[in-house]
């Protein structure tokens, strides 16, 4: 077996539980302990204008959500995935979402996604994510190269990336149907496991 086959092998996304603090993220999935429950809340977040445009979750309903539940306990059970709650660390409040996945688990590449409901805006949780989980992917699956892709028109992404030592790469045209049901131009940003924090 070469040391590549190796490597790709051990690519693989563990659940574990990220302490910020007054922020904590944890695996989402059937499990996970959200305040008022993981199903509502999820049906909550995604009635929100800007999450329905920018991060259309498909869960308007108990069965929508239940199945977005179910593909992230078999993320993180094959390894290919890992999807986490962000939630207040005192009451377990849902605040967010952050997901880590593999576009080529044997190259070491992968992708990087956020959401954040409406009151918890503005207040850098969504950097502070980002960077817990960018860093934990480089540490423990040996992630290579993170991107982030967001729609061109989606201002506070694009903050986050450049702020997380993501910088901008180029635009993708046309590259991702979004909520309203029509394809946008994306930013691609992008980090590479050997560049430096951002400060």
Known sequence: MSTIETAADQRSFIPVTLDLGDVVLCPWGRKTD???GAVPALIAAAADPAIALWSPL???DEAGAEAYLDRCD????????????????????LLGNTALRWVNREDGLAMIGYWLVPSARGRGVAGRAVRAVTSWGIATAGTRRI?????????????????????YEGTLR????????????????????????PA
């Open 174 to 197: 046309a590259s991702y149907l979004f909520g309203d049901g029509r394809y946008h131009d994306e930013h691609l940003h992008a980090r590479l496991a050997d560049d430096p924090e």
């Open 34 to 36: 959200v305040r008022g």
């Open 58 to 60: 498909h869960t308007t």
């Open 74 to 93: 078999a993320g993180w059970e094959s390894g290919a995935s890992a999807a986490f709650a962000v939630l207040d660390g005192a009451d377990r409040t």
């Open 147 to 167: 991107e982030i892709a967001h729609a061109a028109g989606n201002d506070g992404s694009c903050r986050v990336a450049e702020r997380c030592g993501f910088p």
